[in-house]
């Protein structure tokens, strides 16, 4: 399987993961008595984790250079989601978090990536 095909497969599953976790952080709110006074936090370490999951898969796949193709997956997950929160808000500005989510994901996908490498 080519280095290119894996990246993309890790991201599609690292969409999915998200999405799937995201659902259930959803059901959670709505069917219990959680407060969504931390959603922010909450939304932020999913996409972690979906970001470090599409590292691990794509680099368990590619079988090298785990850091460099996993911060390559953490940062092409982060940009599609700005990508999208671009094209589904009216006024979208870039703000300093983004900066510090940009930064979180792309070492979590490296970081996935490592361990994906070394699985």
């Not at 671009?86 to 996935?112: C, P, Q, R």
């Amino acid at each position: 399987m080519s280095k290119a095909i894996s990246i993309f497969k890790g991201l599609g599953y690292a969409y999915i993961f998200t999405l799937i976790v995201i659902l259930i952080y959803n059901a959670l709110l709505t069917f219990t008595k959680i407060s969504p006074d931390n959603m922010g936090m909450i939304v932020s370490i999913i996409t972690t984790f979906g970001a470090a999951f599409g590292g691990f898969y794509a680099c368990k796949q590619i079988k090298e250079k785990g850091l460099i193709y996993g911060l390559l997956e953490g940062l092409l997950y982060i940009i599609f989601l700005i990508v999208l929160v671009f094209l589904a808000k009216e006024n979208f500005s870039f703000e300093i978090s983004m900066l510090y989510s940009v930064i979180l994901t792309t070492l979590a996908g490296g970081i996935g990536g490592i361990i994906g490498v070394n699985f």
